[in-house]
């Protein structure tokens, strides 16, 4: 029966559960430790070839056996994850100074995880490990049992330097991360110096000496100094790292990619936009990479007149070519608890460890020399008792006892009194034993002196990582640059200017042809259906289509259908209401001029630009009166143009452009007098509008019979804006629709741009 003290409800036991997993991967797996810089499998690796005797000079030795080490003795996890942590310890382009020194495959830039099988790669401690475990047998580190209980392991390895900083780390623990961006060697000891010369160092004087980080490769940080600033202030931010250009015989040849990029990445993004005619400014592309030259992408522009750094700035904007790197300083403090700190409070929480190890180090060695002196004040004894001692070992039951008696020793001092071998009380000289004792007290003054003083502690401490600085330090790799902010291409900008004519039918079907020398009536038109109206402009802008309750839609030149089949309906593309149909269309740069007019006769100058929209419902330009409708939109050439009105009754009046005004949108003002119970009782309307320039004559289409009205003719229809007009002649009152043709060739028009 289950006793009620060892009952727990669920929720309890999940929750428990639930923290205590949270725990283990935060302290034992995700975050770096502030001491070492290391997380417990990195500890455990490092800590298992030193015990294999694997130093920076030892023989290389299967990776096997340092990966089943591990796992048999401190990490019972799978090999493979900790051989991967081994992997990534060696890779002089993951890790800013490696702690491992491979032999054999361990993986390319391109591709870190194609390292070989650990049975076939060799591996030994690096160099700089040797600032992690060269004080570890010297009383400054913590033990703890290893998983079984049968072995012990240091709890924190005695760096000599910030690792935490130089070397960077990343992880995902639970409900948090790390990002700890790495950093040169020489600038932090500088720092670190600083700090301990003048501990109210400000952060703002640390960035002097710290400008940013230091990645394992020569690309470009470009963030600007405020934010880099900012994020050692805060312990979070982001770091923008760019690759490295240089232009030879007019290609681009890129020679260096942030972190952790592989080129194979970038040659597909840049590949698929030049599959995708989003680069056709380049023509060809190479990876002329090989062991001289790690990174060397070459890209081979069109022509010389191509804009290299457009290009460049472009596939920042778009490829891998520019990444950001987030900075998240969490580490396992002192205090053994997670906390994202600042610059500052890491060097100097650091200091701390450093200081306390440093104490130890030396506390340890004094204990030590003091035990010596003491001994050897024994063993100075035994030699000037020499034939004493050697009777009383002989003779007596309990030596021991007796020497202590006699001679006033310790029990430590009798014990390597009795341990000294009958051979060596003959080498027992007294100026050997003075020798030694004078150089332990000298030894012993020296170490007392540097406990007992704060200043020489720090003065130790600043010589011990000026040496180390000298030995493993090594000039900055990732250079800290100002650039311009990166920007793709405007679609446009990669689209030909070929001109173009945009077509719009009755039904509202919609081609372009290539060219402005186009004949629109004369096309293929689906039967029951007919040429409504064309506008001529460029392949790289848009065109805009009224429609008939006076919306503008925009659409892009490039992407209509060609004029080789019947188009497609704008219903497709556009979300068109009940009823409303298509007006006319215009096309142009955003600047041009257009006359925008409704049938009860108002209207006003209009940008194209103003009209232009990306909603696909459109946008408000023209209002017109109920059960009215827009005419078709035309171009204004010049402010001396002059607007010809035509109402359905056959009157015409003829007027300067300049005396209707520029709208973004409305009713606009009267262009021709049509009274107004005439138009709601369907009797007169405005039928259409024409833009006349100098030298451009009228022509009236009626049925199958046209009429052109000369230049000198048009005089006799001119008048002030908002009057009634003038009629037509009889028989082409009637006007199914004008067109205004040149007067120097009414049979070969000239080509209109």
């Known amino acids: 029966m289950v006793k009620e003290n060892e009952k727990l409800p669920l929720s309890k036991f999940t929750e428990q559960a639930y923290l205590d997993y949270s725990m283990y991967v935060i302290l034992d797996r995700a975050l770096p430790n502030i001491g070492d810089g290391l997380k417990p499998v990195q500890r455990r690796i490092v800590y298992a070839m030193s015990e294999l005797g694997l130093n920076s000079s030892a023989k290389f030795k299967k990776s096997v056996r340092t990966s089943g080490d591990v796992v048999g003795k401190f990490h019972p996890h799978g090999d493979a994850a900790v051989y991967e942590a081994m992997v990534l310890l060696s890779q002089p382009f993951s890790l800013r100074y490696p702690l491992i020194d491979g032999q054999g495959n361990w993986g390319t830039v391109d591709d870190p995880k194609s390292f070989g099988a650990q049975r076939y790669t060799e591996c030994r401690l690096d160099g700089y490990a040797q600032t992690l475990l060269q004080e570890l047998g010297q009383g400054t580190a913590d033990w703890q049992g290893n998983f079984d209980g049968t072995l012990l392991e240091p709890s924190v390895l005695p760096a000599r330097l910030p690792n935490v900083i130089l070397n960077g780390a990343t992880g995902i623990a639970v409900g948090m991360a790390t990002d700890i961006p790495p950093h040169n060697l020489q600038e932090v000891v500088k720092a670190c110096i600083k700090l301990l010369k003048e501990p109210k160092t400000s952060i703002e004087e640390l960035f002097k000496i710290i400008p940013g980080p230091d990645f394992p490769t020569k690309a470009e940080i470009i963030t600007p100094k405020e934010e880099i600033l900012e994020s050692y202030k805060t312990g979070r931010g982001s770091i923008r790292m760019r690759a490295t250009y240089l232009v030879e015989d007019g290609e681009i040849v890129i020679n260096a990619l942030p972190y952790q990029t592989p080129s194979t990445k970038i040659l597909e993004q840049i590949a698929s936009q030049i599959e995708a005619k989003k680069l056709p400014m380049i023509v060809d592309l190479r990876d002329e990479s090989d062991e001289e030259n790690p990174t060397r992408l070459v890209l081979v522009p069109r022509s010389n007149r191509i804009d290299k750094e457009a290009v460049m700035k472009h596939l920042f904007a778009t490829t891998d070519l520019q990444k950001n790197f987030r900075v998240n300083m969490n580490m396992i403090g002192l205090n053994g608890k997670p906390q994202v700190l600042d610059i500052k409070s890491i060097l100097k929480e650091w200091l701390k460890f450093r200081t306390k190890t440093v104490t130890r180090r030396l506390q340890h060695r004094l204990d030590w020399v003091l035990d010596r002196l003491h001994i050897l004040e024994g063993l100075m004894i035994v030699y000037l008792n020499i034939e004493e001692v050697i009777k009383i070992i002989r003779k007596e039951d309990e030596p021991k006892k007796v020497l202590q008696k006699k001679y006033k020793l310790s029990s430590v001092q009798v014990d390597a009194i009795l341990e000294i071998r009958l051979r060596q009380l003959a080498k027992l000289e007294e100026e050997k034993i003075r020798a030694e004792q004078e150089e332990l007290e000298g030894e012993k003054s020296e170490l007392e002196k540097i406990l007992n003083s704060k ?44 001109p173009v004519t945009i077509i719009l039918s009755e039904r509202g079907w919609v081609r372009v042809a290539k060219g402005h020398d186009i004949d629109p009536e004369g096309m293929n038109y689906r039967e029951g259906d007919s040429f409504l109206s064309s506008a001529k402009g460029r392949n790289n802008q848009n065109a805009v289509f009224i429609g008939s309750q006076g919306k503008a839609f925009t659409l892009p030149c490039h992407s209509l259908p060609s004029a080789r089949g019947q188009g497609e309906p704008l219903t497709g593309r556009l979300n068109i209401e009940s009823g409303e149909t298509f007006a006319g269309v215009m096309s142009g740069k955003d600047d041009q001029n257009l006359v925008l007019a409704s049938d009860a006769g108002y209207g006003f100058i209009a940008k194209s630009g103003d009209l232009q929209t990306k909603n696909k419902s459109g946008k408000a330009a023209l209002k017109v009166q109920e059960n009215g409708k827009a005419l078709s939109p035309q171009p204004v050439i010049t402010t001396e143009d002059n607007i010809a009105a035509i109402s359905s009754e056959g009157r015409m009046l003829v007027f300067p452009v300049g005396e209707l005004p520029e709208l973004a949108r409305g009713k606009g003002n009267k262009i021709i007098n049509i009274p107004k119970k005439r138009y709601q009782a369907g009797e007169e309307a405005l039928k259409a509008i024409a833009v006349l320039g100098e030298g451009r004559e009228l022509k009236l289409v009626s049925g199958k019979r046209h009429f052109t009205i000369k230049s000198k003719d048009l005089e006799n229809f001119k008048g002030s804006r908002g009057l009634r007009g003038n009629l037509l002649p009889k028989g082409f009152r009637k006007v199914d629709s004008v067109e205004v043709v040149s007067k120097l060739s009414k049979e070969n028009k000239p080509k209109e741009e």
């Open 455 to 498: 200043a020489r502690l720090k003065t130790l401490i600043k010589k011990e990582l000026t040496e180390d600085a000298e030995r493993y330090g090594d000039e900055r790799k990732s250079l800290l640059v100002e650039r311009e902010e990166a920007a793709a291409f405007d679609e446009t900008e990669l689209i030909s200017s070929d």
